[in-house]
């Protein structure tokens, strides 16, 4: 047998091609040239809470060059290490986004829509595939009863509309949170960003996306049965109405986290650390350790939007920090 040494490693397929001519009686060549796939697996994974099925829906990952201010208050030599820790291509930060579907039973619940298919440039089918992954799980867009945003950023809302920009779940109730719509469609909130490019871009996209369709918007509180066994939980800081869920159903639930962090592999880690996407970063900050040492103390199942797919996990303390432990594929339900 082969031992394992770096040397052995490092000279791979010349090694191995080596030991083969070496060998009297090597094995035929491959019958035939099969074709590579070329493409990935669709993306979706089902769980049960309780009596509920749910399926985890991959919106795709975004891979780009770090922004020199993605952490706002760390030097960009220590964000690129936490990427390289992740083994993340270098130089370059990976975003996955991840819509949950939630089946009660009596209603077909999506929770986030992801990025929209009319909506990118800069990778190219690599977001935007809610829709191909809910048809690869059998669901049909029409039979999307609610469609509950967590708060009102472009990777969670603007997969409502179709690539046409027709509605992309034309039966579905769209459930936003109040104090994020109040805030999002402020003309005065809006005047006032148009000196930070990213908060203007911001604001322009929800009156965009929610062109023409603003009076069909249901605004939910915090605190409530916003559908099913679903509770909106006060989650602010990322925006000024960010919401987690808690889905019950039985004795089981699991708490839809949103974007308390962003990556986990930054801002789990180092729970202190502001991505350039929160609004108000001390209050995001707070919200993350309320949450996160709730979510450890109870041993919850936690759903991140931007975990990596299928994007489910516990989470742990580790000492000042936290430490997400994925689930293990699971081949039934
Ligand atoms: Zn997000």
Redo the contacts with the bound molecule.
């Keep these: 047998m082969t031992d394992l040494s770096r040397r052995h490693l490092l000279a791979g397929v010349a090694a191995a091609g080596a030991a083969t001519a070496l060998t009297p009686f090597a094995a035929p060549a491959a019958r035939a040239a099969v074709p590579a796939a070329g493409a990935q697996a669709p993306g979706f994974y089902r769980y049960k809470v309780g009596a509920y099925e749910c399926t985890s829906i991959n919106d795709g990952a975004r891979s780009f060059p770090l922004p020199d201010t993605f952490v706002k208050n760390v030097p960009k030599e220590e964000a690129l290490a936490a990427a390289e820790a992740a083994y993340m291509p270098k130089g370059m930060v990976t975003v996955p986004f991840n819509p949950q579907l939630i089946n009660t039973g009596g209603k077909l619940v999506l929770i986030d829509c992801g990025n929209g298919i009319a909506n990118f440039e800069p990778s190219k089918g690599a977001v935007g595939r809610t829709l191909q992954n809910l048809a690869a799980a059998g669901v049909d867009p029409k039979s999307i009863d609610v469609v509950l945003m967590s708060h009102l950023?472009p990777?969670?809302t603007n997969g409502i509309r179709a690539a046409d920009g027709s509605m992309a779940f034309p039966n579905a109730e769209i459930m936003v949170p109040a104090k994020d719509w109040e805030f999002w469609t402020s003309e005065d909130n809006a005047a006032k960003a148009q000196s930070n490019e990213m908060m203007k871009n911001y604001f322009a996209n929800v009156k965009k996306i929610y062109a023409g369709i603003e009076s069909k918007v249901t605004k939910y509180d915090w605190g409530k049965e916003v559908a099913p066994g679903i509770i909106s939980v006060e989650a602010s800081g990322h925006t000024p109405g960010h919401t987690a869920f808690v889905v019950t159903s039985n004795n089981s639930k699991i708490l839809v986290q949103s974007?308390v962090t962003?990556i986990p592999e930054f801002f789990l880690r180092n729970p202190d650390w502001h991505v350039a996407?929160d609004v108000d970063p001390v209050q995001a900050q707070a919200t993350r350790h309320k949450f996160y040492d709730m979510a450890a103390a109870e041993k919850a199942l936690v759903v991140g939007?931007?975990f990596t797919f299928p994007s489910i996990g516990h989470v742990e303390k580790d000492g000042t920090k936290y430490r997400l432990v994925p689930i293990a594929w699971n081949p039934v339900i």
């Design positions: 950023h990777d969670h974007d962003n996407y939007f931007h």
